[in-house]
């Protein structure tokens, strides 16, 4: 089991950005699958954005691709999320998650085991 805790969510203007931060412990980020999800508020969790543990591979939603960007550092046991551009409809509860060690990526939120508390990002317009 890997413990997740997510930071630096906030409040932004549109086209303003923040950086979200996915602290591991328990095992290392790079023997697993990481990715962010999000949840507006009434809505369903989505997908945004996926690490592969061989760290040769990445996946976006394509409400995101171009302006979020998935990265991992291994030194910091970290899975961080860039995003920029951010727009009003970004704005969601994120969530970080793992999949079990060795498991390719999938978009799938059913696909991952250990998920964070979550950390609020407000958009304004």
């Known amino acids: 089991q890997v413990r997740l805790a997510e930071s630096g969510g906030g409040l932004v203007q549109a086209g303003g950005s923040l950086r979200l931060s996915c602290a591991a412990s328990?095992?290392?980020?790079?023997?697993?699958?990481m990715a962010w999800f999000r949840q507006p508020a009434g809505k369903e969790r989505e997908f945004v954005a996926v690490?592969?543990?061989?760290?040769?591979?990445?996946y976006y939603a394509d409400s995101v691709k171009g302006r979020f960007t998935i990265s991992r550092d291994n030194d910091k046991n970290t899975v961080d999320l860039q995003m920029n551009s951010l727009k009003p409809e970004d704005t969601a509860v994120y969530y970080c998650?793992?999949?079990?060690?060795?498991?390719?990526?999938?978009?799938?939120?059913?696909?991952?085991?250990?998920w964070g508390q979550g950390t609020r990002v407000t958009v304004s317009s």
């Open positions: 328990g095992r290392t980020v790079s023997s697993v699958t």
């Open positions: 690490f592969s543990w061989t760290g040769r591979n990445t």
């Open positions: 998650a793992a999949r079990p060690p060795l498991m390719p990526i999938t978009s799938s939120a059913s696909g991952y085991t250990d």
